[in-house]
C-alpha cells in the first residue's frame, strides 16, 4: 500500500527532523572518581563540523571534562569538553570521530513571533526525539553565572515546543532546517510546562563558539557597575533625543568604573558611541577586543552631561 502524502506542517516537520536529527547526539557526562568514572549528568549536543566539534549547553557539562556521546544511528564515540563558557550557558565538546554530519547553523535574528520551530534532543533519556511548536515570544532573558560573576544571555527565544530535562543542548531549528537555538532550560518546577527557553545562534553566539573552539575559553573586558535601565529626566532627553538610559545602582569597589570616577546614581547613556540602556547592552560591549583599552562613558550626573574615560579591564570570574 501507498504512503499516505503528508499534510504540509508535517511535511516540514518531518524534512526537518530527517535532516537534523543525525547531527543531534545524546551525551552521558562522566567524572573521574577511584576505579574509574561515574555518570554525573545528560543532555543532548549539535554536531557543528564533521570533525566532531559539537555545540551544546554548559550546564550539561558543568566542570567535568569527558563522557560518551551516542549519535542518531547508534554508534557512541568518547567525547571532550574543548571549552566551557556558563555566562552566555554554550560549551563545546569534541566527539572522537570523523566524517561526522553537521547541522547547518541558522540565524535567530531573522526569527518571528508564531513562526514554525522544531527542537530535537534525547529528553529523559530517550534519544532521538522531537517535538514541535512555535517561537512564543523573542528578546527574553535569563541570568546566569560564573564564580562571582554574573550575566544575563539576551535575546532569547521562547517556544512552546515541548522541552523537558536532556534536551538540554539540542537544536532548535527553523522550517528550513537550520539550527537557530540551542535549548538551554525549561520554565517551572515540573516539566511539561509548555514554555522554553533557547539560547539563540546569532553573530554574538558564533563569536563566543569559534573562541571556545580556538582558545577553550571567551575573554570579556570588564566595567563594574549594576544597576537597570531609567527613564531620562526631560532636559537630559531633549539634549540627547534618547528617552531611557542605565542608571548606575552600584560600582564594584577596584573596578576600571571606580577607578573613572563613575558614581551611583549617573546615567550612562553611551559607551564610545555606542548607545546603553540595560545591563545586557553594556555586557555585549565587553568585547575580548576591548581589554586594555580606554572607552569613553558618556554620563549624565545631576541633569550634566559629561564624559568619563575608563580603561577597561580583562573579566576576572573570581569578581562580580
Known amino acids: 500500500m501507498s504512503a499516505v502524502p503528508l499534510d504540509p506542517y508535517s511535511a516540514v516537520v518531518t524534512r526537518v527532523a530527517e535532516r537534523i536529527g543525525p547531527s543531534v547526539a545524546s551525551l552521558r557526562v562522566t567524572a573521574r572518581v577511584a576505579g574509574g568514572h561515574r555518570p554525573v549528568g545528560a543532555g543532548s549536543a549539535v554536531l557543528v563540523t564533521p570533525d566532531g566539534f559539537a555545540l551544546t549547553s554548559a550546564h550539561v557539562v558543568g566542570d567535568d571534562r569527558r563522557g560518551d556521546a551516542t549519535l542518531a544511528d547508534g554508534s557512541s564515540l568518547a567525547f571532550q569538553v574543548v571549552g566551557s563558557d556558563p555566562l552566555s550557558d554554550l560549551a563545546v565538546v569534541r566527539l572522537d570521530g570523523s566524517g561526522l554530519r553537521p547541522a547547518p547553523l541558522g540565524d535567530a535574528d531573522g526569527l518571528r513571533v508564531g513562526q514554525l520551530v522544531v527542537a530535537i534532543g534525547n529528553p529523559l533519556g530517550m534519544a532521538g526525539s522531537v517535538t514541535a511548536g512555535v517561537v512564543s515570544a523573542l528578546g527574553r532573558a535569563f541570568p546566569t553565572r560564573q564564580g562571582r560573576a554574573a550575566g544575563l544571555v539576551e535575546n532569547v527565544i521562547q517556544t512552546d515546543a515541548a522541552l523537558h530535562p536532556g534536551n538540554s543542548g539540542g ?143 580583562e573579566l576576572d570570574v573570581g569578581r562580580t
Open 171 to 313: 537544536a532548535l531549528c527553523d522550517g528550513a532546517a537550520e539550527v537557530v537555538g540551542i535549548n538551554t532550560a525549561v520554565v517551572g518546577p515540573l516539566v511539561g510546562q509548555g514554555l522554553g527557553l533557547a539560547v539563540p545562534i546569532n553573530s554574538v553566539t558564533r563569536a563566543i563558539v569559534s573562541a571556545l573552539i580556538k582558545e577553550g575559553r571567551v575573554r570579556r573586558a570588564y566595567l563594574g557597575v549594576a544597576g537597570g535601565s531609567r527613564p531620562l529626566p526631560p532636559r537630559v532627553a531633549a539634549a540627547t533625543g534618547r528617552s531611557h538610559g542605565f542608571e548606575v545602582v552600584e560600582v564594584m569597589p577596584g573596578s576600571p568604573a571606580a577607578d573613572a570616577g563613575v558614581r551611583p546614581e549617573d546615567v550612562i547613556l553611551d559607551l564610545d558611541g555606542s548607545p546603553v540602556s540595560e545591563a545586557g547592552r553594556i555586557q555585549g560591549l565587553m568585547t575580548a577586543d576591548r581589554i586594555g583599552r580606554r572607552a569613553t562613558l558618556r554620563l549624565a550626573r545631576r541633569g550634566a552631561l559629561r564624559d568619563v574615560v575608563v580603561e577597561l579591564r
